[in-house]
């Protein structure tokens, strides 16, 4: 949630002077969770190949983003290197990938990297001033968004600080609960399926104080791995959420 994909559709923006959403030059790749699929495979490349095969319909350029390009399986790797190698000219492709090291080495030496950092706190502390928040929960902002401006503006915009601090309460609690507590935790929240904000919201706190105490890095591996487990509609996410409370 730093901007990345939101960068994307503002270069689409600039180069055809057209919304990227809807527009029948761009398109967007990326899992069917709809249809429980967890990986980019080879059917999503051969689409992509099809919307470079047509020149551009109204644009200078057809822009084709593929979303958390980590996602691709090795076939589909393989069937884009033929793409970045021979591109059409009217063609731009975008990897967006917050984890660009599980990407082919093929892959990455084909892309030119462009690497986005989070933004000061200056500029956070005069948005979030500007929003007229008050220091109680800019201080708690801060520290949750670790200048992710997409997380910031969700917390902000969409009315999320409630529900943020809902769940980093809620994992307080739980470090001293007994087994029983925990357990019963996992299933409200795997029943109510509202466990993924949670989990992401588990992982930005623990994670920014990592360094706070030395359980805090087994936390966040942990957590790591929670997050990968529901991010994937085939796994079994209320055992996942049991097993992590149970080795909190």
Partial sequence: MIGKRSFALDIYRLMNGREAIGDPDFISVAPNLEEDESKIS???????????????????????????????????????LKVLEEPPKFSVLILVSFLPG???????????????????????ETYLSNKKVNKNDSEFILKLAGGRIGLIKKLVENKELVNARKAVEDLRKLFNAPIYERMNYAKKVHDGGDYQPRVDYWLSWVSAHVGTASRNEKIVKNLLYL????SQPQYNHRLALENFLLNL
């Avoid at 983003?65 to 393989?78: G, Q, V």
């Avoid at 599980?102 to 956070?124: G, H, Q």
């Avoid at 997050?227 to 529901?230: A, R």
């Fill in 42 to 80: 080879i059917k999503h490349i051969r689409k992509l190949k099809s919307f470079f095969s047509l020149k551009p319909y109204v644009g200078h350029f057809k822009l084709a983003l593929i979303d958390n390009a980590h996602d691709l399986t090795i076939e589909a790797s393989n069937a884009l």
């Fill in 102 to 124: 599980l990407l082919p080495a093929t892959i990455r030496s084909r892309c030119e990297t462009v690497k986005f950092n989070e933004i000061s706190r200056d500029l956070v």
């Fill in 227 to 230: 997050h990968s487990i529901v």
